[in-house]
């Protein structure tokens, strides 16, 4: 299977604690998006990388958000100093751009449990 | 800013049946895309459709079919010949042409299915 994947796929942490997850995306596919999903609710974008350039963030990625593409490849999200508030749904979807109109194929993504 | 709005937090739909699901979004833009996403319990966003803002011919992929019209920004999804497979939540997700490519998304359909 060469679609998205996500790890790890659930991570329960205590609050104040750092966490990790990592996104795998489609080879082929240089643009990679992160997005937060609460329950209830659809996706909300939280930043995009075109290759290893973060191009865009959006205003729900505070501070304690940092997020990597190293080589343009994998990419990594890390939450430091987990709340309460931040315990969702994080979904990693990756695009050829215009070649297929934009589409995003979506990871399973990681479930954040903050306790 | 761009918002997405769907109406419709349930619908039911008898297997064989034919749905439609109901979206529409508002922006100032002419150049965008818009697509239907679908996400069954606990599994991953799978792309349903995909409808470029400048193609005046609606989108279908077999028996999902798109109500594209403009000028009232609307964007419905219509589900021919049900399937009990096709239980899931259902996503309305705008595209500004000219951004970076992150989605905005609507809050969401739950669709069942009775046998």
């Known amino acids: 299977d060469t679609g998205v994947s996500q790890n790890p796929r659930h991570k329960i942490t205590k609050r104040g604690q750092n966490v990790t997850f990592r996104c795998d995306p489609i080879?082929?596919?240089?643009?990679l998006y992160w997005y937060r999903q609460t329950l209830g609710q659809g996706p909300e974008f939280l930043t995009y990388?075109?290759?290893?350039?973060?191009?865009?963030k959006s205003r729900l990625l505070s501070d304690r958000f940092s997020a990597e593409r190293p080589k343009g490849s994998f990419s990594t999200l890390e939450i430091q100093r987990t709340e309460q508030g931040d315990s969702a749904m994080y979904l990693c979807?990756?695009?050829?751009?215009?070649?297929?109109?934009?589409?995003?194929?979506f990871g399973p993504g990681t479930r954040l449990t903050v306790t | 800013a761009q918002t997405v709005t769907q109406s419709q937090p349930e619908m039911s739909v008898q297997e064989a049946e034919t749905v439609t699901l109901s979206c529409t979004y508002d922006?100032?833009?002419?150049?965008?895309?818009l697509f239907w996403y679908k996400q069954p319990p606990s599994r991953q966003m799978i792309l349903v459709i995909r409808?470029?803002?400048?193609?005046?011919q609606n989108a279908t992929e077999n028996r999902f079919s798109v109500n594209f019209q403009k000028a009232a920004k609307s964007f419905s999804l219509k589900i021919s010949d049900s399937q009990l497979g096709d239980a899931a939540m259902y996503f309305c997700?705008?595209?500004?042409?000219?951004?970076?490519?992150?989605?905005?998304f609507g809050k969401g359909t739950k669709l069942s299915v009775k046998p």
């Open positions: 922006t100032s833009e002419s150049d965008y895309y």
């Open positions: 979807a990756s695009s050829p751009g215009p070649d297929r109109g934009y589409e995003q194929y």
């Open positions: 409808q470029e803002a400048y193609k005046q």
């Open positions: 080879s082929e596919h240089n643009r």
């Open positions: 997700a705008y595209m500004n042409g000219g951004s970076q490519g992150n989605l905005i």
């Open positions: 990388f075109q290759n290893e350039a973060q191009l865009e």
